[in-house]
């Protein structure tokens, strides 16, 4: 276990360090409560440094933390929402960032930027650091995505670059609820993946969107997206997508899923682009317990998960857990 089992907690996210340093974050305490915390592991995830406090905002709420690492300078990002009453009298939730310089013991946070800065409700971002161009100056190509409440509807948007473009809508205005959006970077600059659940009416259950893009972060230019694909393309509900990309291109995928929307128990299931497309893997029987907002890393032939467990036997209170796996890079 990752977290300290006397705070509640759940929706982690995970990253891999250019050195294979596990890092791991989530939301810990008590509703409208909670704050973002992070741990590190140096020795393949035997072992994690005590949790520490990223986000300190007594006075707000701060949920659905991401983490994304500058392989290159060895900087760490992290993103979360956060509805600090500070010059917010409606206490909207917002996307803020962060971010640390590795080399540093202990780390180090900057202050938290807002990267929403809207009017409305924002909340579950997802960050990446894209690969960088030769010849360009040394600045991170930062990509953070993130759904918003738009016109009755809820949206994912994108922003790129250090200097952050305006927003930009990527979700299609048909589709009545999008949520959950994850973002992965590929090996060449300016490749990147978005993946989210989306329901096309109240009713209908959500599936599992993904689209791409080639020319993100030049010259902040608008990245051309491609049509979403559907994924999961059956019953679901399929929910809290996560993806990972290797330097190879391979793309892994994470995902929530139950029986159908009566089914009180979901299981985190796994898929990859590998043969292409493996039908889905259940990574964790789970028995009595929940298994709920799963996170994925890829490092040099390993993946890595974590993941939410929730109810069981002496618990009710969320815990972090974490596997890993490796795989052949051809």
């Known amino acids: 276990m990752v977290s300290d089992p006397k705070i509640p907690s759940q929706n982690p996210a995970i990253a891999v360090g250019p050195g294979g340093e596990i890092l791991i974050v989530w939301e810990g305490g008590e509703e409208k409560e909670r704050e ?22 007594p006075e707000g709420d701060s949920q659905d933390p991401a ?15 956060d509805n600090t009453p500070k010059d917010n009298p409606e206490r909207d939730f917002e996307i803020f960032l962060t971010s640390a310089q590795m080399l540093e013991e202990p780390f180090v946070f900057t202050p938290p930027l807002n990267i929403s800065n809207n009017a409305t409700h924002s909340s579950n971002p997802d960050i990446a650091v894209g690969a960088r161009v030769a010849g360009e100056p040394p600045s991170p190509r930062i990509f953070v995505v993130w759904e918003d409440k738009q016109r009755g509807r809820i949206a994912i948007f994108f ?8 927003p930009m809508e990527i979700s299609e205005d048909r589709i009545y609820r999008n949520q959950n959006p994850a973002i992965a970077t590929g090996p060449e600059p300016g490749h990147i993946f978005v993946i989210w659940q989306a329901a096309l009416t109240t009713s209908a259950n959500p599936e599992i969107l993904l689209t791409s893009a080639e020319d993100a972060g030049k010259d902040l230019l608008i990245p051309s997206f491609t049509i979403p694909f559907n ?24 995902w929530e899923e139950s029986k159908d929307r009566y089914d009180l128990k979901p299981e985190i299931v796994f898929r990859c682009s590998l043969l292409p497309f493996i039908p889905p893997l259940e990574v964790y ?11 994925i890393a890829v490092y040099a032939g390993e993946i890595y998960v974590v993941w939410e467990e929730e109810g069981g036997e002496g618990t009710q209170r969320g815990e972090i857990f974490f596997t890993r796996a490796r795989y052949e890079i051809y």
């Open 36 to 57: 973002i915390y992070f741990s590190r592991s140096t020795d393949g995830g035997e072992s994690f440094t005590t949790p520490a406090n990223v986000s300190n905002t």
């Open 67 to 81: 983490i994304a690492v500058d392989q290159t300078e060895g900087l760490v990002y992290v993103a979360w929402s």
């Open 159 to 166: 922003r790129q670059s250090t200097a952050f473009s305006s």
């Open 231 to 254: 994924l999961s393309n059956t019953a679901g509900p399929f929910q809290r997508p996560a993806i990972a990309v290797d330097e190879q291109g391979e793309r892994f995928i994470v």
């Open 285 to 295: 029987d789970s028995d009595d317990r929940f298994s709920l907002s799963p996170a």
